[in-house]
């Protein structure tokens, strides 16, 4: 069997074609094995803020407002007989602010 000038040209063109064509697609390939690993990464990176977030939103309200919230995105509003409100402060907290970053401080 003999090859034609014709088909020795073909192949020296379109092999090295292929072979390009191959490499790029393992670098997809690769890419888009990254992405998806850094895609679950931030999935539970959320869904771990959304836990923090909850609970933290379940310590300044009580759970029922807080539901409702995150729910509906509003609330009824609900009166009471009697409350009691307390104020405080942190002792030393002007002095201990100005050492903090401007980010913690809240």
Known sequence: MTISAVQFTIGIVIVPVVIILVRNIIKLIKKIKNFSQDLQDKTCELEAEKQRTEGLLYQLLPR????????????????????????SDVVGFTAISRYAFSKCIP
């Not at 995105?73 to 009691?84: H, Q």
Request: avoid cysteine; hydrophobic fraction near 40%; charged fraction near 10%.
């Open 64 to 87: 029922s407002v807080a539901k409702q919230l995150m729910t509906d995105g509003s609330t009824v509003p609900e009166s009471y007989l009697s409350a009691t409100i307390l104020f």
